[in-house]
């Protein structure tokens, strides 16, 4: 099916253990982010991307690398987990049309020990 | 900046009952665009409108419906009728006209009750 593909869904990491979250979109969509979800904050913005090779800062970058080199692919580094990071992470995905909203991938659930 | 503004955290209602959630934003840009989103209890979050800062018409959707104000910069959100399977954390969400830098709110925890 079409759509957003996130893994894995849940990972428990240790304090300072690297990781890669992968996102995977197949609809051709130009902006791809991830945003991380915790208890009464919402949905927070950490990078987002408008396209191939070129990816850009959100609300809380800090911690968390990504690259962008393929236009279905957008994965979220963290470079050295902290338990600060546990949290949900969600990738989405758009095109640019008034029509659309945001497509969000289920979600990965990190608990950084 | 842009800001958006959820101030009811959680809302509960018996089924059948109207209920309202407020949205408030706050950005600087004259074209922009605001979302509501629905996050059931399985965790996956749904798109369910979308609509531009030119267009200040009202939007109804079955028992659904969004009451876009400019004046005072709020997108509110009026579920008609409510039923049990409406319960779910709903966020409104802001974005720039170019649609890369979304910003939510903290989003309302709606439970309905049979």
């Known amino acids: 099916n079409a759509g957003v593909t996130q893994t894995p869904k849940f990972q428990v990491l240790k304090t300072g253990q690297s990781m890669t979250l992968q996102c995977a979109q197949d609809m051709n969509h130009e902006y791809m982010s991830w945003y991380r979800q915790d208890p009464g904050m919402g949905l927070r913005l950490i990078h987002y991307s408008v396209g191939a090779g070129i990816t850009d800062q959100g609300e809380v970058p800090n911690g968390y690398n990504v690259s962008r080199s393929t236009t279905e692919d957008f994965p979220l580094r963290l470079l050295s987990a902290a338990p600060s990071q546990t949290s949900v992470y969600f990738c989405?995905?758009?095109?640019?049309?008034?029509?659309?909203?945001?497509?969000f991938g289920s979600g990965t659930r990190l608990t950084v020990v | 900046a842009q800001k958006v503004t959820q101030a009811q955290t959680e809302i509960s209602v018996v089924e059948k009952e109207d209920v309202t959630l407020d949205c408030v934003y706050e950005?600087?840009?004259?074209?922009?665009?605001l979302f509501w989103y629905k996050q059931p209890p399985s965790g996956e979050l749904v798109f369910l409108i979308r609509r531009n800062s030119f267009d200040e018409q009202n939007e109804i959707s079955g028992r659904y419906s969004w009451n876009f104000q400019k004046s005072t910069s709020s997108f509110n959100f009026t579920i008609t009728a409510s039923q049990v399977v409406d319960s779910a954390v709903y966020f409104c969400a802001l974005s720039a006209y170019n649609n890369n830098d979304m910003r939510f709110g903290a989003g309302t925890r709606l439970t309905v009750k049979p």
């Open positions: 950005t600087r840009d004259t074209t922009y665009y």
């Open positions: 989405a995905s758009s095109i640019n049309d008034p029509n659309y909203g945001y497509t």
